[in-house]
């Protein structure tokens, strides 16, 4: 045992600066406390799994992660996240089809134009893990595990990061922080990129730490490895470049060849992945980065940190690490006057995070975590300098002994801190929480109702945004929405500057408007009915998925005798008499109608525990909230061919 210490000592002097600050608890802590402090640590992740799996539901129909999703079904399928949209019966460019905002274009208007989501390619390549090793069966729910177990991942590498500098308790402690974070909690189950980018983070810069310690190559490469990966989860990751630079250059020994070959492979770990996507996006876009064409990659200014820094600190220090962040950035000034060398390194990994999103053009406020997601890979960093801080005014060498008194202070302090952090972040986060569970529920519905009418290659048309995301990711449908059939929408694309920063690429909306602005209403229904109809010659099932309104009486699946006294939704209705009144240009159905039935509807309703109304100072009885979906499925039918009569010679 004493020459385990010995050599847990001697790692730990690596970063040390001044020898009379006192040794880690860590150092201090017997093989017996340490395992007890693993099997509670690992106890409380499986908490954190059970209760995020509870609010667990395969899918998610957001316009980022319809990007994310896709591309990585498209990069299971070809290789490849390019999504090139054809009709169904000639084969050529469709516009009309569904392509998410989140795509943008390449070689636009040209027989070759195709689309890529403008996110790095990383967490579409783990979606395509997922959906290879799943296969039909079980991949596309494997897929939407990806971030619950990379958040329980960092986690654990959350404690063992604090356990570096300030032992197994307080590395609990902050573990369990981070955990209920509402940003965390809400991030888990959405398959975003900030999960595993909170996991490669997490695990790079523990990896990073215990390299500067221990030296061995297999840390120096999997600490590049996981760095370099981040910034293909997320650009802004690149940032964490600044801590692994420090590390070497902290680390260079001019005469020991071991060290710079562990050098060497840090950096190129590091710059492996970075590079291949780097040239994948050049080959693929024509820029270094999918945020290019949309101006965001420099949508940084002064002008929005004037409006910005408020807003980060309010929210980091509330819906972020409630008394934590504070606490935090007090430790980490603190570090500097006992470890300059950490306390550069976490600065490294902190600040850069903090000041570009303060710069960044989108940072909405509310009690929301939009703009808090933009952190979570640095809350680890954040926990660790808080526990720190409480770490340091636990101990006081006084002729080699510590002083119980403040050591029993501290850690008290640090358990109700944690406690009171804790409260506030299940308070803050249990609404939205089941909010977000019920909404994809009733989604949930929805989507299992089209897979199952609508076979696989079928044409679906949905006014709804949401379940397109995430019909394009589930099933395998032609898909159209009803913007570009609308010319309010068409007419609306040049409304914002193309030079500004926005999330919707402006060579997109040039195409589309250069091509449809000419077109009225009528011509624009014209060529709705004309999708329709080749899709139905070429044999394919065409499906309007449409919300129903509540008070309408139940359709029949079996139509009354005459089809043209019923009240169809308007977006039907008026392609039905489109169809009367005009024959459709596609040859094959010349002397066919469209003809429409429903053929499934329903009702689905979600309960919600009874809440009392937030009014002050007043008893009101506690409400029933219910949410309701009421949706049905029409198909687009050709009525039987016209019978010409004939004449007597």
């Not at 999703?69 to 169904?88: C, D, E, H, W, Y």
């Not at 799943?134 to 729910?141: A, C, F, H, K, L």
């Not at 590498?157 to 570096?164: G, N």
């Not at 949410?627 to 019978?643: D, K, R």
Request: aromatic fraction near 12%; charged fraction near 15%; glycine fraction near 8%.
């Amino acid at each position: 045992m004493s020459v385990l210490v010995a050599a847990d000592q001697s790692e730990s002097l690596a970063l040390e600066v001044r020898p009379q600050s006192p040794p880690p608890l860590a150092v201090r802590e017997g093989a017996f406390r340490r395992y007890l402090y693993v099997l509670l640590a690992l106890l409380v992740i499986g908490g954190f799994c059970l209760v995020s799996g509870r609010f667990w539901v395969p899918l998610h129909a957001g316009i980022d992660q319809n990007g994310y999703l896709v591309g990585g079904k498209q990069i299971a399928r070809s290789g490849t996240m390019k999504l090139a949209p054809r009709r169904v019966d000639t084969g050529e460019l469709d516009n009309h089809q569904f392509v998410g905002g989140m795509w943008v274009g390449a070689e636009l208007g040209t027989p070759r134009q195709r689309y890529y989501p403008k996110y790095p390619i990383g967490q579409s390549l783990l979606i395509a893990a997922a959906l290879r090793i799943g296969g039909e069966r079980w991949g596309t729910q494997l897929a939407y595990w990806v971030n619950p177990i990379a958040a329980a991942g960092g986690l654990w590498a959350t404690f063992l990061l604090i356990r570096l500098w300030a032992g197994s308790f307080f590395g609990i402690m902050g573990m369990i922080v981070v955990a209920t974070s509402p940003v965390l909690l809400l991030l888990t189950n959405n398959p975003n990129s900030h999960a595993t980018d909170f996991f490669f983070a997490a695990w790079g810069m523990y990896l990073l730490f215990r390299w500067l310690e221990a030296g061995r190559r297999w840390r120096a490469a999997l600490a590049g490895f996981c760095l370099g990966y981040a910034c293909t989860i997320r650009y802004s990751e690149g940032l964490l470049v600044l801590p692994l630079l420090a590390a070497a250059l902290l680390a260079i020994q001019w005469r020991n060849k071991k060290r710079w070959i562990e050098i060497l492979l840090l950096a190129g770990y590091w710059l492996l992945p970075v590079g291949l996507m780097a040239i994948y996006n050049r080959v693929a876009i024509g820029h270094w980065t999918g945020y290019d064409p949309t101006n965001e990659s420099a949508g940084f200014a002064w002008s929005y940190a004037a409006d910005n820094w408020e807003t980060m600190l309010r929210q980091m220090a509330t819906n972020g690490l409630f008394f934590i962040f504070p606490l935090g950035v007090a430790g980490l000034v603190e570090l500097f006057f006992r470890n300059w060398k950490t306390g550069l390194l976490l600065s490294l990994w902190i600040m850069p995070c903090l000041l570009i999103y303060t710069f960044y053009y989108w940072a909405p406020d509310g009690t929301n975590i939009g703009y808090l997601r933009f952190f979570l890979s640095i809350f680890p960093a954040i926990a660790a300098c808080a526990m720190m801080l409480l770490y340091h005014l636990s101990i006081l060498p006084s002729h080699g002994r510590w002083i119980n008194g403040r050591r029993l202070g501290a850690i008290s302090m640090a358990a109700v801190l944690t406690a009171i952090a804790v409260a506030v972040h299940i308070e803050n986060s249990t609404d939205s929480l089941l909010n977000d569970y019920q909404q994809r529920l009733l989604l949930l519905n929805t989507s299992d109702a089209v897979i199952k009418y609508a076979p696989p290659g079928s044409v679906v048309f949905s006014p709804n945004a949401a379940l397109l995301h995430q019909l394009q990711f589930a099933g395998d449908y032609y898909l159209y929405s009803e913007d570009t059939f609308n010319p309010s929408y068409i007419t609306g694309l040049p409304r914002q500057d193309a030079d500004d920063p926005q999330y919707f690429d402006p060579n997109r909306k040039k195409m589309l408007f250069e091509q449809y602005h000419n077109l009225n209403a009528r011509q624009l229904l014209e060529e709705e009915v004309d999708i329709i109809g080749g899709a139905l010659a070429a044999g394919r099932r065409v499906f309007f998925v449409l919300d129903r309104n509540r008070n309408e009486p139940l359709p029949e699946n079996i139509r009354p005798p005459d089809a043209r006294s019923r009240k169809w939704p308007a977006q039907v209705a008026k392609l039905l008499s489109a169809s009367e009144a005009n024959k459709p240009t596609t040859q094959s159905v010349t002397l066919r109608r469209l003809d429409a039935k429903v053929v499934d509807y329903w009702r689905y309703v979600v309960d919600r525990p009874a809440q009392r109304p937030n009014v002050p100072r007043r008893r009101l009885p506690a409400r029933r909230q219910v949410l309701a979906s009421n949706g049905q499925i029409i198909e687009m039918v050709l009525q039987p061919p016209t019978t010409r009569p004939t004449t007597a010679p």
